[in-house]
């Protein structure tokens, strides 16, 4: 594996510093070897070693200066990425409220509304918009340069890194069942289709007894193409939407039927008693940490061990070198991080700058 220079001198002088961080030292041949003194006062893992964190400051320092915080009544919901000096910021979308303004904090304290702009369901991206200048912007490199095994790092909106990590599978595409479903919250409707991914919508592949889509007369091989003025352009788009809504609303289905198109409304049902058996494994795979509301359906990722707050996705990742090769879209389990890679953040960001929306109207 060739390394640019800078990569060498970084890398060399990460793994050093951590060296020293962990107190390592020489043994001497021919020496006994003595028991590894701890200090019970720091955490044993280089992720959690705080000495280790400072390590990262002068990776992060560039991107940091382009990290904001994405916040609600006062309460912090993501991280936003700075990717135009006159205010255009990218975040993740599935954790804007529906029904309430999102406030951008800068790194100087500033405190500006911000209007959403455009979307990318597919991507899970909103592209926001703010009344500021100046501002300093970043570009996205490509992921190939997120080698396994490489460290990476997350900027936060100050000095310090968010979470530290390593590439543990590089980028590649992805279909939607090989990544998690979406967390669906509790009081969310219910449907009672079981879907599978078809161009131009999501196909119905089985629909449950008595529910609210059996008794609205939908069936096996429709299409569904919008519901409730939503463009439908996979599964995770559908099951994202149906979840937005309450039990008891009615909503407008559009959908294919062989060559018919068909407009059907749909009193959405309520959400049946969860299998005991897949609440243990969501359980196990949690292990006491909090996971993305929407943890799939990307077209392309990139994997990290990166321990990353749901409310620390949306902000930029960098490698050694400080690049940005991508953008922190979901903790998808308890050691476990996708990253949009860099090169579909930057198309997808031209697209809603451009008045691209890819799945119908953003939240309000």
Not at 201 to 216: F, L, R, T, Y
Request: hydrophobic share 40%; net charge positive.
């Amino acid at each position: 594996m060739i390394f640019s220079m800078s990569r060498k001198l970084v890398c060399g002088g990460v793994l050093l510093a951590m060296g020293l961080a962990f107190g390592a030292e020489a043994q001497v041949p021919g020496q006994a070897e003595r028991p590894r003194r701890v200090r019970q006062s720091e955490p044993s893992g280089f992720k959690e070693n705080p000495r280790v964190w400072a390590i990262f400051k002068d990776v992060v320092k560039d991107a940091s200066q382009s990290v904001v915080r994405i916040a609600t009544d006062g309460k912090d919901i993501a991280l936003g990425t700075i990717v135009a000096a006159d205010g255009w910021i990218v975040t993740k979308h599935s954790e804007l409220p529906v029904d309430k303004a999102a406030e951008v904090r800068l790194r100087d304290g500033r405190k500006l509304p911000a209007k959403i702009m455009g979307v990318d369901s597919k991507l899970d991206l909103a592209l926001l918009k703010i009344e500021a200048t100046d501002l300093s912007a970043l570009e996205f490199a490509e992921s190939k340069l997120g080698v396994v095994g490489n460290m990476l790092a997350a900027p936060g909106p100050d000095v310090n890194p968010v979470a530290v990590g390593v590439v543990s599978v590089a980028t590649r595409t992805v279909k939607a069942r090989e990544l998690p479903s979406s967390i669906p919250p509790k009081d969310s409707a219910f449907l009672g289709v079981g879907l599978e991914e078809d161009e131009g919508g999501a196909k119905i592949m089985s629909v449950m007894p008595n529910s609210a889509a059996e008794k609205a007369g939908l069936k096996v091989n429709d299409i569904v193409t919008l519901i409730a003025d939503k463009a439908i352009i996979d599964t995770e788009t559908m099951i994202n939407t149906i979840q937005d809504h309450k039990p008891g609303e009615v909503v407008p289905i559009k959908l294919k039927r062989g060559e018919q198109e068909m407009e059907f409304k749909v009193a959405l049902g309520g959400r049946p008693p969860e299998d005991p058996r897949l609440a243990r494994r969501d359980f196990q795979n949690r292990m006491g940490s909090e996971l993305s509301k929407r943890r799939g359906g990307f077209p392309a990722i990139m994997q990290s061990d990166m321990v990353i707050k749901p409310t620390d996705c949306g902000g930029p990742i960098v490698d050694l070198d400080g690049k940005v090769i991508g953008l922190s879209i979901a903790r998808a389990g308890r050691t476990e991080s996708y990253v949009l890679p860099g090169e579909l953040v930057k198309a997808a960001v031209a697209e809603m700058k451009n008045g691209k929306v890819a799945s119908g109207p953003a939240k309000k």
